[in-house]
Nanobody, 125 residues
Framework: VQLQASGGGVVQAGGSLRLSCAASDGRLSSYAMGWFRQAPGKEREFVAAINWSGTGTPYADSMKDRFTISRDNDKNTVSLQMRSLKPEDTAVYYC???????????????????WGQGTLVTVSS
């Protein structure tokens, strides 16, 4: 499945952004989905994931109170609502399809088999 992430941009600290991930072919409903991010000079890190049904949504601890992952299987999309953004949230955000319909609590990037191209989020102080 080919994924396309969008919605990134420049926002001031404390602001919000909503990222979207759409599949250009294939159906996302077969997979759990996830969001990762990679800041300059840092490794890619897990942000959030969601099971195929929309239940079971693990988050990275530093983001669980500010970010919300959701999906619409009818529209074949997955979203990440980000609130109270901080400068340290600046990164390229990637969506990815997991290798199964259900995802565990702390999935690794290597467990995801399809990746979007990423969308840049810049949070200014």
């Amino acid at each position: 499945v080919q994924l396309q992430a969008s919605g990134g941009g420049v926002v001031q600290a404390g602001g919000s952004l909503r990222l979207s991930c759409a599949a250009s072919d294939g159906r996302l409903s077969s997979y759990a989905m996830g969001w990762f991010r990679q800041a300059p000079g840092k490794e890619r890190e897990f942000v959030a994931a969601i099971n195929w049904s929309g239940t079971g949504t693990p988050y990275a601890d530093s983001m669980k109170d500010r970010f919300t992952i959701s999906r619409d299987n009818d529209k074949n999309t997955v979203s990440l609502q980000m609130r109270s953004l901080k400068p340290e949230d600046t990164a390229v955000y990637y969506c990815a399809a997991y290798s199964a319909p259900y995802v565990g609590a702390a999935p690794k990037a290597s467990d995801f088999h399809s990746w979007g191209q990423g969308t840049l989020v810049t949070v200014s102080s």
